[in-house]
């Protein structure tokens, strides 16, 4: 079979990491409970139209009280890892200041438990749930939220730093730049185009900061952040075309991923902001550019772009995600993203191309010939899920038969690209992270998009286990099983040993 787990494990080298993903706002819920402070996102998921209809993130996928059925149903998954990211606002309410005992308490369980079921913690430390009064004083338009990230990373490090086997400082600081401040999509809600530049500076800085705080804790978990890659591909050979393409590249890869792997902002950005005020110093692009553990990288889809405003510059995908009312948030950009002809689409509409997985990875190979060893640390697609009973009505199939498809063509076009002889041979593939453990909410798309292993009943909660699930299952059976074969193997072909 072309997707079989069982094909598809047998290439998977053993020490390969395979994890799955989730992220706290997104799943945690219990926002008002046991000293949690409120965070940016809160604040704004409650605004009118802000939230595909208007729906609330306040229970999400109630994770706070169910995080045991969730790690029960990860380890009977098999994974090796968990990524998940900490809520600063349970920790810290203030952002600043004082810690929340029961906000330690419980990922201190969440810790222990999944040490205790076999499965490797790696930890976010900032995924996109700023504190309310950090947003409150600016956000990351504010370099103080930089160096109030350090000090949260100190916090985290104490606590958690002797059961956490990786770090990652911060998630897709494009997102928060792009759809955060410069489109107004996300929390805090700021449409401010180009003026949202100093929040990729002072989100690379944060990193750098958390990192500092993390070495100086002496951690003894590895240390790496998280940006989300897109290969970026011209609609046509049209010069203007690829001129656009060119400013897109910069945006949404180069602009995030220049400054830590090569020390510099790419060229194009340092001749726009010799226009501006803002120009980093050596001591601030020294602190960003510090040795990687490892990088992470959250692959979903290639971007087309063409030159023009298009219809309002807002992703494919992006618009359905978002209902009819995208007023104010088209900016005329002088170009736009576009439709892959003949492409297979998520729902938001997402172009599917495991083809430019190796793409990717090439390019990153080409660009940072520097690069520490690679996570996928994120990727996945979001399908509406069928959800069907059996004839007797008491058992629930999900058969998500494009998840699994989507899942096994990265997966494998990523171990290939890297293996010898692969177009991306020079990278040290480590790992990858299924984007998500479970449906859960997306932000401004709410539940509309489900992108889980694991069905989720937004009214009773219960957890139902999609095709995807069993088939990663398998694959992780498979590999376990072909591990423990070698291992006795080569315990059989070991010499006796002498008295
Ligand atoms: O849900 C998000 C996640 O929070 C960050 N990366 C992309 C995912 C899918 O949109």
Same mark, same amino acid.
């Given at each position: ?32 409970e ?13 605004k ?24 029960? @149903? ?8 968990y ?15 004082? %810690?929340?005992?029961k906000?330690?308490? +419980? ?14 913690p &790696? ?6 749930d ?14 103080? /939220?930089?160096?109030?990230l350090?000090? +949260? #990373?100190?916090? #985290?490090a ?10 990652? /400082?911060v ?5 928060? *730049? /792009?759809?955060g401040?410069?489109?107004g999509?996300h ?12 929040? %990729?500076h ?6 750098? @900061? ?14 790496g952040? *998280? ?9 046509s050979?049209?010069? !203007? ?8 590249? %910069? ?10 792997? !090569? ?9 726009? /902001? ?9 001591e ?9 553990d490892?990088?992470? !990288?959250n692959? =979903? ?7 023009g405003p298009g219809?309002?510059? %807002? ?13 104010g ?15 297979e *689409? *998520?729902a ?7 083809? =430019?997985?190796?793409v990717?990875?090439?390019? &990153?190979?080409?660009? =940072? ?7 996928i ?18 058992r ?69 286990p ?21 291992v006795?193997?080569?315990a ?6 002498v008295?």
């Amino acid at each position: 079979m072309k997707h079989s787990a069982k094909d598809l494990a047998a290439r998977i080298p053993p020490s390969f990491t395979m994890g799955v993903a989730t992220a706290a706002f997104q799943i945690e819920g219990a926002l008002d409970e046991d000293g949690r402070g409120p965070s940016g996102w809160d604040v704004f998921a409650r605004k009118p139209g802000a939230i595909v209809d208007d729906h609330s993130p306040v229970t999400a996928c109630d994770h706070y009280h169910r995080m045991p059925e969730d790690v029960a @149903l990860m380890k009977e998954l098999g994974v090796d890892s968990y990524r998940f990211s900490l809520s600063w606002s349970r920790i810290q309410p203030g952002g600043s200041g004082p %810690v929340n005992p029961k906000g330690i308490d +419980f990922y201190d369980r969440l810790l222990d438990q999944l040490l205790a079921s076999g499965i490797s913690p &790696m930890v976010t430390l900032y995924h996109w749930d700023t504190p309310l009064p950090l947003d409150e004083a600016g956000g990351w338009l504010n370099r103080d /939220t930089a160096y109030r990230l350090g000090e +949260f #990373a100190s916090i #985290a490090a104490a606590a958690f730093g002797d059961r956490v086997a990786r770090w990652v /400082t911060v998630n897709e600081p494009a997102t928060v *730049t /792009t759809n955060g401040y410069a489109l107004g999509l996300h929390a805090p809600g700021e449409s401010q185009l180009l003026k949202a530049l100093p929040t %990729v500076h002072h989100q690379l800085l944060g990193h750098g @900061l958390a990192m500092q705080a993390l070495r100086a804790a002496k951690v003894p978990g590895e240390i790496g952040i *998280t940006n989300v890659y897109s290969p970026m591909v011209p609609a046509s050979n049209n010069p !203007l075309d690829k001129l656009s393409t060119a400013l897109m590249d %910069v945006f949404q890869n180069r602009l995030f991923a220049d400054p830590v792997l !090569l020390g510099k902002y790419p060229d194009v950005i340092r001749a726009a /902001t010799f226009f501006s005020s803002f120009s980093p110093s050596d001591e601030d692009m020294d602190l960003i550019s510090k040795p990687l553990d490892f990088y992470g !990288l959250n692959y =979903y889809m290639p971007t087309r772009v063409a030159a023009g405003p298009g219809d309002g510059a %807002v992703p494919p995908g992006m618009a359905e995600a978002m209902g009819d009312d995208l007023s104010g948030s088209a900016p005329g950009a002088p170009f736009h993203i576009t439709e892959f002809p003949n492409a297979e *689409t *998520t729902a938001y509409g997402w172009p599917i191309r495991p083809d =430019y997985m190796p793409v990717a990875l090439a390019e &990153m190979a080409e660009r =940072y010939p520097e690069l520490p060893p690679v996570f996928i640390t994120e990727g996945g697609a979001s399908f509406e899920d069928v959800v069907v009973r059996d004839k007797a009505g008491d058992r629930i199939i999900i058969p998500d038969e494009r998840r699994l498809r989507y899942l096994a063509e990265h997966i494998s076009s990523a171990v290939e690209a890297t293996s010898p002889g692969g177009p991306a041979e020079s990278i040290d593939l480590r790992g990858y992270y299924v984007w998500s453990l479970l449906d859960n909410f997306e932000w401004s798309a709410g539940y509309k998009q489900p992108f889980g292993l694991l069905h989720v009943d937004f009214e009773s909660m219960a957890r139902t286990p999609k095709a995807s699930y069993y088939w990663l299952q398998e694959l992780q059976d498979a590999r376990k099983e072909a591990a423990a074969k070698a291992v006795g193997e080569s315990a059989a072909g070991e010499p006796e040993p002498v008295a």
